[in-house]
């Protein structure tokens, strides 16, 4: 279940530390596997506890509705393919997601940790790949020089200059005509 905190709470290393354990929870469950497919950050947090050779040992099969399972179909064979794939709440718990509560029942924001998979893979710093930038962001946060971030400030810390994200926008409109 994701964290419930109240707006001005001040995060310190227990609140990390925590966080990291529920994450490596996550991870050796059986489904854990499918965070070494993610890619991105998903991807960075599940090596630092999951061996890479872990990410061949799927599908398990556990969960029967497609919310915790990927399917792709082969457009040349209509063969289908399955696999363990991350549910929301993992995802959330994955990057270290918080419910912010300005009062009892009023819902502020997401905080966390790391940004959304949404939010990244919609911005211009998804490379494709994970780099140099990726690895020093990651150490900054993993070895807590930074606290949780709302969703608006991942959104604007991602989103960059306007000229690289209309180069992004061609270079991946560009590479799906390609394909």
Known sequence: QVPIVFN?????????DAYACQRDYILQRPRGHAALLYGGHIWRLAVITLPVEKALTG???????????????DCYTSEEYFDDDLTNDEIA??????????????LDTHL?????????????KDYGCWTPYHEFGYQNTNHGMTVPKA?????????????????????????????
Do not use: C
Request: hydrophobic residues 35%.
């Open 8 to 16: 001005g709470h001040v995060f310190t290393w227990a609140d990390y």
């Open 93 to 106: 718990l994955m990057i270290g997601t918080y419910y912010a509560y300005s009062d009892s029942k009023t």
């Open 112 to 124: 966390s940790w790391f940004p959304t998979p949404f939010h990244y893979d919609s911005s211009p």
């Open 59 to 73: 599908p398990t099969g556990i969960y029967q509705n497609e919310d915790g399972m990927f399917h792709a179909e």
């Open 151 to 179: 969703s608006r400030v991942w959104r604007k810390q991602l989103r960059g200059m306007s000229v690289m994200r209309k180069l992004h926008q061609k270079v991946e409109s560009q590479a799906l005509v390609f394909l």
